[in-house]
């Protein structure tokens, strides 16, 4: 039986209910886009109470390969205002397949100025004050602060999601710090307007904390273990298996030096700090030193805004690739398709059916596959013309 959560922010409520067997087999990107078709007005503003931020697990989280370790993070973008999932590795989506817990929803937002933490632990989900998990909390703490001091709070292997100053000032280049992926190593990724969303509805961090780790009961199952050793065999030879958090995906690792003590100083550390996205900021640093971190910070975030006030109209729809329904098929699954050698697509959709088969019973097939990502595309375009606005083009 797997279950979700909702979270009303005005409220302060926490509610988790069992999920309908006919949403069993939806997960990460497919998942995202049914409940925000569904729950939520396109034409809502994206920093208002009215936007649902929503926090998934692929569908086949928890089965034994850990290229199915995807989270994902939807909601209607604050910089593009269109629908936007975020997909990035971290074993958070493995926590959440132990929980049985298939997807949080965000909605509402504080009507006093207060900053939460949601805090997913062992099966219980709870919305708690940041003042009560960090002594030291102030609204302006860094991003990596935060990082530190919630993982110092539930301990190191805490899989923990949060934003910086960045945010605050609704820079394009706000990002997201996510750690819990493989070796530990925390990843700033691009927040693509999510970060911001994540600010207006008070949400300071998410945490997500396992106990023992243990394979759920549905990875189990003979015939799945055999399918994801079969999958492994076809990955292995892939230039990035079992290393995905560096897959194209805009995420950047923070330097050793900078995980082994907090006094050690690099762009990229100050950049997850403000909550910055290092890519597309190249800023010309001249005779600034890097140890001047006062001074960096206060260019950094002048940069963004100045990029902000010339952020360009979005960009015409560009027409839809043909392949664009097993790549939202993959994102469903939660296993990321830059992994797969070339020409492996279709080795690998059949044997996703054949672990979709094992894993929840019923007919599947590539060809029901690839029909669940066309439905996925269907309700993103639909979601994005109901809201006035073009899809931006794919890069």
Same mark, same amino acid.
């Given at each position: 039986?797997?279950?979700?959560?909702?979270?009303?922010?005005?409220?302060?409520?926490?509610?988790?209910?069992?999920?309908?067997?006919?949403?069993?087999?939806?997960?990460? =990107?497919?998942?995202?886009?049914?409940?925000?078709?569904?729950?939520?007005?396109?034409?809502?503003?994206?920093?208002?109470?009215?936007?649902?931020?929503?926090?998934?697990?692929?569908?086949?989280?928890?089965?034994?390969?850990?290229? %199915?370790?995807?989270? %994902?993070?939807?909601?209607?973008?604050?910089?593009? +205002?269109?629908?936007?999932?975020?997909? %990035?590795?971290?074993?958070?989506? =493995?926590?959440?397949?132990?929980?049985?817990? =298939?997807?949080?929803?965000?909605?509402?937002?504080?009507?006093?100025?207060?900053?939460?933490?949601?805090?997913?632990?062992?099966?219980?989900?709870?919305?708690?004050?940041?003042?009560?998990?960090?002594?030291?909390?102030?609204?302006?703490?860094?991003?990596?602060?935060?990082?530190?001091?919630?993982?110092?709070?539930?301990?190191?292997?805490?899989?923990?999601?949060?934003?910086?100053?960045?945010?605050?000032?609704?820079?394009?280049?706000?990002?997201?710090?996510?750690?819990?992926?493989?070796?530990?190593?925390?990843?700033?990724?691009? +927040?693509?307007?999510?970060?911001?969303?994540?600010?207006?509805?008070?949400?300071?961090?998410?945490?997500?904390?396992?106990?023992?780790?243990?394979?759920?009961?549905?990875?189990?199952?003979?015939?799945?273990?055999?399918?994801?050793?079969?999958?492994?065999?076809?990955?292995?030879?892939?230039?990035?298996?079992?290393?995905?958090?560096?897959?194209?995906?805009?995420?950047?690792?923070?330097?050793?030096?900078?995980?082994?003590?907090?006094?050690?100083?690099?762009?990229?550390?100050?950049?997850?700090?403000?909550?910055?996205?290092?890519?597309?900021?190249?800023?010309? %640093?001249?005779?600034?030193?890097?140890?001047?971190?006062?001074?960096?910070?206060?260019?950094?975030?002048?940069?963004?805004?100045?990029?902000?006030?010339?952020?360009?109209?979005?960009?015409?729809?560009?027409?839809?690739?043909?392949?664009?329904?097993? +790549?939202?098929?993959?994102?469903?699954?939660?296993?990321?398709?830059?992994?797969?050698?070339?020409?492996?697509?279709?080795?690998?959709?059949?044997?996703?059916?054949?672990?979709?088969?094992?894993?929840? +019973?019923?007919?599947?097939?590539?060809?029901?596959?690839?029909?669940?990502?066309?439905?996925?595309? $269907? =309700?993103? $375009?639909?979601?994005?013309?109901?809201?006035?606005?073009?899809?931006?083009?794919?890069?």
């Amino acid at each position: 039986m797997y279950r979700y959560a909702r979270i009303n922010m005005s409220t302060g409520n926490v509610r988790v209910f069992d999920l309908p067997r006919e949403r069993w087999m939806l997960g990460g =990107r497919g998942l995202i886009s049914q409940v925000l078709y569904t729950e939520m007005n396109p034409g809502a503003d994206p920093l208002s109470s009215g936007n649902v931020l929503v926090l998934a697990s692929g569908m086949f989280a928890g089965c034994p390969l850990s290229c %199915f370790d995807s989270l %994902f993070l939807g909601a209607k973008s604050s910089s593009t +205002g269109q629908l936007q999932i975020l997909r %990035f590795m971290s074993r958070g989506a =493995r926590i959440m397949a132990s929980m049985d817990m =298939r997807f949080a929803i965000i909605e509402g937002r504080p009507a006093v100025e207060k900053q939460y933490v949601l805090v997913l632990d062992r099966g219980r989900v709870s919305l708690l004050p940041a003042t009560e998990l960090l002594p030291d909390f102030r609204e302006g703490l860094g991003s990596y602060a935060i990082n530190e001091g919630l993982q110092r709070h539930f301990g190191g292997n805490a899989c923990v999601v949060s934003w910086g100053h960045a945010a605050v000032v609704k820079s394009p280049e706000a990002s997201l710090l996510v750690s819990g992926s493989s070796g530990n190593v925390l990843k700033n990724i691009p +927040g693509l307007g999510l970060s911001t969303v994540m600010f207006s509805k008070g949400l300071r961090a998410i945490v997500l904390r396992g106990g023992v780790p243990h394979v759920p009961q549905k990875a189990s199952n003979d015939r799945a273990d055999s399918i994801c050793r079969d999958t492994a065999c076809l990955l292995r030879c892939a230039r990035i298996h079992n290393d995905l958090e560096q897959t194209p995906y805009g995420q950047v690792s923070l330097c050793r030096s900078c995980l082994g003590t907090p006094k050690t100083l690099c762009l990229e550390r100050v950049c997850a700090d403000l909550g910055l996205s290092p890519d597309g900021l190249s800023p010309e %640093f001249g005779t600034l030193s890097l140890s001047d971190e006062d001074s960096l910070r206060t260019l950094l975030l002048e940069r963004c805004r100045q990029k902000h006030a010339d952020t360009q109209p979005l960009p015409s729809r560009s027409e839809v690739l043909s392949d664009e329904q097993a +790549g939202a098929a993959f994102d469903s699954m939660g296993l990321c398709r830059n992994a797969l050698p070339p020409g492996e697509q279709e080795r690998t959709l059949t044997l996703m059916a054949e672990l979709a088969c094992a894993v929840y +019973g019923g007919e599947w097939s590539r060809d029901s596959l690839l029909r669940m990502g066309a439905e996925t595309l $269907n =309700r993103e $375009n639909a979601f994005n013309d109901w809201a006035g606005l073009q899809p931006a083009e794919n890069e």
